[in-house]
Structure formats: C-alpha cells, structure tokens
C-alpha cells in the first residue's frame, strides 16, 4: 500500500526566509502527488499536484515541489515565507486503483515577523 | 459559486445516538469522498463514491455508513456513534479520478461524542 511520510510535524522560519517542506512517498510506479494547504478553521486547497508532466511543479502563491524519483520525495519549497503562508501543510498522493487518496501527517509551518 | 457544503459545522452528540452529516456539491461532479482528520494522522479516508449507487470503503470505514442517492449529495451515517469517532470530517468532490481531477473540499464538520 502507498503511504507518504511528512518529515517535521512543525517547522517555523523567519518571514522572508526560504521554506522547506518535506515529503517522502513510497510506491514502485511514479504516483500522483499533491500539496494542499489548510488555513485554520478552513478546507482544504490544492496547492500544487504532480502528474508526471514535468519534474518540477509550480503552484498558487509562489510555491513549488519538485519531483525526485531517485530520493522518492516531493517536496514543497518557496523562497520567500510570508506571514500569511502560516497553514498546515498536507503531501498526498493517489493509491495505484487510483480511487484512494492517501494524506501526510501534515506539517505546520509558522511564520517569525 | 462552486462548492460543497457540509451540514452541521458543529455537532455535539452522546454516545449511540444516530447521526447524519449532509455533504452536497454544486458541480456536478461525479467523484465524492468522506475524511476524518485527527492530529497527527492527516486525513483518512473514510469512503468515496464514483457515481450514483457506487460506493467503495477507503482506510478507516468501520463505524459509518454512505449512500449516493443522488450524484450531489453523499452523507455519512454513524448508526452509533463513539467516541473514538470525536474528529474533524472533510467531504470532497472532484470531477473525476482524484488523481486526474482536482478534489474540492468542504468547510468541514466538527464532531464530538460524549
């Protein structure tokens, strides 16, 4: 079965500085991947997905991941953190029936002024 | 507006007694599925439907109940509830394959059983 490993349940820059969230996933076949982002008391939004198009992957707000299929990550980068990217962070990804969607544990990221 | 709306937001319930979360979206879309999230554990799928009258289990099915008797509406049933059931429920809908289609999440519900 897939499953996908979030490194740092809480991770905290400063505003301005680079943002680095870390995702693992496991399965034999380059997968489906996903980034969401949840604001407190909201939904959950599609920040990006890989669908094998191209290894690096640009989404709303600035954010980015790209695909390494030698390390099986795909992690999700900005260059610049703003206070209002402070949210929980999902990584995700498609079973292989392509039915079931598999969350992260989730990491959530603050942001220092 | 495109949505999916959950009904009720918050509910506090005691142990047994039945209850329905309504999930409806105004997309047509074909795809729904049911999530519980709880700390630490991300969200776990609960069970998905593909269409009218075809439901799957996901991960985490043992408790609840699904129907899709029509293509907008996809509620969650707990014939009894427990307490381990106190979580944060999602509904959310794509126009296909999750994997191919972007999902849409509802607002979510709040649960808690006493």
Redesign the interface.
């Known amino acids: 079965a897939q499953s996908?490993t979030?490194l740092g349940?809480h991770v905290s820059v400063s505003e301005g500085a680079l943002v680095l969230l870390r995702c693992n996933y496991s399965s034999s076949v380059p997968?489906?991947l996903f980034w969401y982002v949840q604001y407190p008391?909201?939904?959950?939004?599609?920040l990006l997905?890989y669908?094998s198009a191209a290894t690096l992957v640009k989404g709303i707000n600035g954010f980015e991941a790209e695909f390494k299929k030698s390390e099986t990550s795909f992690h999700l980068t900005k260059p610049s953190a703003h206070m209002s990217d402070a949210a929980e962070y999902?990584c995700?990804v498609?079973d292989t029936g392509?039915?079931?969607?598999?969350?992260?544990?989730?990491t959530r990221l603050f942001v220092k002024a | 507006e495109a949505q999916?709306t959950q009904n009720p937001r918050y509910l506090i319930t005691v142990t047994g007694k039945k209850l329905t979360v309504t999930c409806s979206q105004n997309m047509n879309h074909e795809y729904m599925?049911w999530?519980r999230q709880d700390p630490?554990?991300?969200?776990?799928?609960i069970y998905?439907s593909?269409n009218v009258e075809v439901t799957?289990k996901?991960?985490v099915p043992e408790g609840y109940k699904v129907s899709r008797k029509e293509k907008r509406n996809f509620p969650l049933i707990l014939e009894s509830p427990s307490p381990n059931q106190t979580s944060l429920y999602?509904c959310?809908s794509s126009a296909g394959?999750?994997?191919?289609e972007?999902?849409y999440?509802?607002?979510?519900t709040r649960l808690t059983v006493l």
């Open positions: 996908v979030q349940s997968p489906y008391n909201q939904g959950l939004q599609l997905k669908t999902f995700a498609i392509g039915f079931k969607t598999i969350f992260g544990a989730g | 999916v599925s999530y630490g554990l991300g969200l776990r799928q998905y593909m799957d996901g991960d999602f959310a394959l999750a994997g191919v972007t999902q999440f509802g607002p979510g």
